[in-house]
């Protein structure tokens, strides 16, 4: 065989075997993925919030005698919320709940009150959309003395209905922004300087698959999803070496309650889940500090992410036509209203 030859086959066969180990390493990467995709949905348990209170306890109790932690829930409005609030009650904290709306603080309060007469509850009035200094002042006020061990960020303004960002009102983008980023930064702000002095706390994020995968017609909330995300991450590194755990939980489709199925979580499931895999990833892996807890939520997350062209323009096309298709019945709908009356 002439000398070129072998040079020829030699490097032929050269690249092979790198072409070879690169999917080799890729594969088994994948497979790894899968692994711990089931492993932390199916078989490990995260850090049980319970004991965020025992340790606040102990700590507490070589102070000043005040032996209770707290958590605040801050956006009761929805019924998820409502569950962060009773599931955190039951693991034995007391409540500050902080909501737009007056009605649902009293009945969520009495509620509570109810079911878990040892804990204590409080409520604060707070308008995230119209931001004010004397907002924060009492929240600064309210937990000045409370010993917090959990945030949670459930706070959160959608769309009155799917619509093109250039038609979108101004007060509605203004409204969106103040709600899901300004109010989410100064109330979590307030809460982590005390966090951070203790070296203890939990600070969990609502986000959303919006965040992650581009959403036309709903541009704004999806935009202010994703900023959630990098923030969330950005504060997590940052608080980490302070003891406190920051994440930001990533969801699909939640139910109403009672209308829950094996694919879509009731928000009493969806809480108790993420409460049960606290420091688990999930889905997210592949983000820093995030969890996708839901299986199902989990899986199509693996999925999308793993698919390069489906994440970059297929998925955002699919979106567009689900919500222009949302839009339309709203339209629909809106018209039989004005027709009735």
């Known amino acids: 065989m002439p000398t070129a030859d072998i040079v020829g086959f030699s490097s032929t066969l050269s690249l092979s075997w ?38 606040a306890n102990l700590l507490r109790s070589f102070k000043n005698g005040e032996k209770s932690s707290w958590a605040i ?20 904290f007391n409540t500050l709940l902080l909501s737009r709306t007056q009605s649902k603080l009293d009945t969520l309060a009495q509620e509570i009150k109810s079911q878990y007469p040892d804990a204590q509850t409080g409520i604060l009035l707070t308008d995230a959309s119209k931001p004010s200094s004397d907002n924060y002042n009492e929240l600064e006020a309210c937990i000045k003395h409370l010993n917090v061990a959990i945030l949670v960020n459930n706070d959160s303004q959608l769309h009155t209905i799917p619509v093109p960002f250039v038609s979108t009102p101004k007060e509605e983008i203004t409204d969106i922004i103040s709600v899901n980023c ?5 109330v979590t ?6 966090m951070a002095q203790r070296h203890r706390g939990l600070i969990l994020t609502m986000g959303s698959f919006n965040g992650l995968f581009a959403t036309p017609l ?8 994703a900023f959630l995300q990098q923030w969330s991450t950005g504060l997590a590194a940052e608080m980490k070496s302070e003891g406190v755990d920051v994440q930001l939980v990533l969801s699909s489709t939640i139910a109403k309650v009672g209308e829950g199925s094996w694919l879509i979580p009731t928000p009493k499931d969806f809480v108790k889940i993420v409460l049960g895999k606290v420091g688990k990833t999930g889905g997210a892996h592949c983000i820093g500090w995030s969890m996708t807890p839901y299986w199902a939520h989990a899986f199509a997350q693996l999925a999308l992410q793993n698919l390069p062209s489906l994440s970059g323009e297929i998925v955002p096309r699919i979106q567009k036509y689900m919500q222009e298709r949302i839009r339309l019945r709203a339209f629909d709908t809106m018209d039989r209203e004005r027709k009735a009356v």
Request: charged fraction near 15%; proline fraction near 0%.
């Open 18 to 55: 790198i072409y070879a180990w690169i999917g080799f390493f890729y594969l088994t990467r994948k497979a790894c993925d899968i692994y711990l995709l089931l492993i932390e949905l199916f078989v490990l348990s995260g850090t049980d919030v319970s004991l965020l209170e025992l340790r």
């Open 73 to 92: 829930i801050n956006g009761v409005e929805d019924d998820l919320g409502a569950e962060y609030a009773l599931a955190l009650a039951s693991h034995g």
């Open 182 to 186: 300004t109010a989410t930064l100064m």
């Open 189 to 194: 702000r307030l809460i982590a300087q005390g």
């Open 218 to 225: 709903l541009a704004t909330y999806s935009g202010s999803k």
